[in-house]
């Protein structure tokens, strides 16, 4: 398959025929997105507190000390806990007084003398939560009362969500089968090379271009070449050392990439001001990212576009454990930063790791790496939750894995303008490291070679086929 691209330089590179698999492309997604980034809001958890029965006639001073204080970043009312109920309706029928010199914060010697909180027991919330409207007016964590422990109906809660969302992936799994076309690089690596005429002549006829008689030349030394590829799976992702270093270090960035950009999108609540807004914001960045990770693909090389992006990504997180309790505004813009720099990175490493991947196992390639970038979503809630022991662990953890990533990217060899191997055989050895930008410059025999094949059109890295 050396002479793939020659072979469908007919077909142009941007037609009606690309058009209509890019566009139905982009519609698969959107059931995915939905899916994921609904959660934010269905499973949001708005402030709450135990709840404390009209019956119990308690005194106002009682209703304001029933809810435990503590320290959580900065003092509030417990979220899970109340003081015993019986005792303290006990005490407010006998007219005895709390001492609310630490709710009102002020010395406990300034105020009436009455009992101390600090030598009352406290209870779990028997009679369930009030919840703040201030943003909600109610989520699936409101309705069912998934706070504070309830860990049963937290997993029968994401079970439905986790069939909704295999619904969603299979009916968007049938309208790709049955619009997209199967890719016609694909289909000649398997030797299949009859239905890869048929798909690239319909194309032409798509793009109003006339194809040749014959699109494919080499056919048996195709077929026979393609036939040992049938038998490539997983494992030989890790057999080959060439094709494991890059296996490993592509599992380890796609890993580390989604783990950040899922929790700076799950992690609204720890932000000031209105979290519709905020969500906007974090949205409304992917644009703007997203269209300077294509331009980086036309202009820059793979490997300096990753590395600059998610090198700028990780020190707006570092940064945010300064300005996180004093300045709201420039922490949001922060956020804001570490997004953007993530989501080009992310773009960047889609197009990298297709043309990393040889032709043969590239399916399998990328939907490994799309596993790994599962998983880190899925953890990535459990890692905030690392804010329990100190309060910037989140984001040191994820500014620390952008900074591995920066690091091991070095060592991936650069793709940019280089033709898509075909072959495990074919795919550049993984190197030592250096700057990005430093290209080796091109030996006697790559000027031969390339003088040989003047008559071959431009090639285009593209993983579009």
């Known amino acids: 398959m050396q002479d793939y691209e020659a072979s469908i330089s007919f077909l142009g590179t941007w037609g009606r025929f690309q058009m209509k698999v890019f566009f139905l492309l982009c519609v698969t997604c959107l059931p995915a997105g939905y899916n994921i980034l609904s959660v934010i809001f269905l499973l949001a958890t708005p402030p709450h ?6 019956h119990r006639n308690l005194s106002q001073d009682w209703m304001q000390a029933s809810i435990p204080l503590q320290v959580a970043g900065q003092l509030e009312r417990s979220s899970c806990s109340r003081y015993e ?19 009102y914060n002020y010395s406990a010697l300034g105020a009436s003398a009455g009992v101390m909180l600090s030598s009352l ?26 706070v504070c422990g309830n860990r049963w109906k937290q997993l029968l ?47 032409a006829l798509e793009n109003g271009v006339e194809a040749p008689p014959v699109i494919f030349l080499s056919a048996n030394v195709q077929q026979s ?35 950040t950009y899922s929790g700076l999108s799950f992690n609204m609540s720890t932000l000031y001001g209105n979290p519709f807004l905020n969500y906007f914001l974090l949205s409304a960045v992917e644009l703007p990212a997203y269209t300077v990770s294509w331009l980086s693909a036309c202009r820059l090389s793979r490997r300096l576009s990753f590395i600059s992006f998610s090198l700028l990504g990780a020190l707006a997180l570092f940064l945010i454990q300064v300005t996180l309790h004093s300045h709201p505004a420039l922490t949001l813009f922060l956020v804001l930063l570490g997004k953007f720099g993530v989501l080009v990175g992310t773009g960047i490493l889609y197009m990298f790791t297709g043309e990393l991947s040889p032709t043969v196992i590239r399916n399998t390639v990328m939907s490994s790496c799309a596993m790994l970038s599962r998983v880190g979503s899925s953890i990535s809630p459990y890692l905030l939750q690392l804010a329990v022991f ?72 593209s993983t579009r086929f």
């Open 390 to 461: 100190y309060e910037f662990l989140p984001w040191m953890l994820v500014g620390s894995l952008s900074l591995v990533s920066v690091v091991l990217c070095f060592f991936l060899p650069e793709t940019f303008r280089e033709p898509l191997p075909d072959t495990i055989d074919q795919m550049q050895a993984i190197q030592r490291f250096r700057w990005p930008c430093a290209f080796k410059p091109p030996q006697k025999d790559d000027m031969k070679s390339a003088k040989d094949q003047t008559s071959l059109p431009e090639i285009i890295c």
């Open 49 to 54: 507190q135990c709840y404390i029965p009209a």
């Open 157 to 203: 809660t994401s079970l439905i969500y986790f069939l909704g969302g295999l619904c969603g992936c299979f009916l968007s799994g049938q309208l790709s089968d049955r619009l997209i076309p199967e890719s016609p690089r694909w289909l000649v690596s398997k030797g299949r090379l009859q239905e890869a005429e048929r798909l690239l002549r319909s194309a």
């Open 121 to 146: 027991k406290q209870e779990e919330c028997k009679d369930g939560w009030i919840y703040s409207t201030e943003h909600y007016e109610s989520t699936v964590v409101t309705e069912f009362n998934l």
């Open 225 to 259: 070449d393609s036939k040992k590829a049938e038998t490539l799976n997983f494992l030989d992702l890790l057999k080959a050392k060439s094709i494991r270093s890059v296996t490993l270090i592509l599992w380890f960035l796609w890993l580390s990439t989604h783990v």
């Open 85 to 103: 109920l019986d005792l303290v309706q006990n005490l407010s029928e006998l007219g005895i007084r709390p001492n609310l010199g630490q709710i």
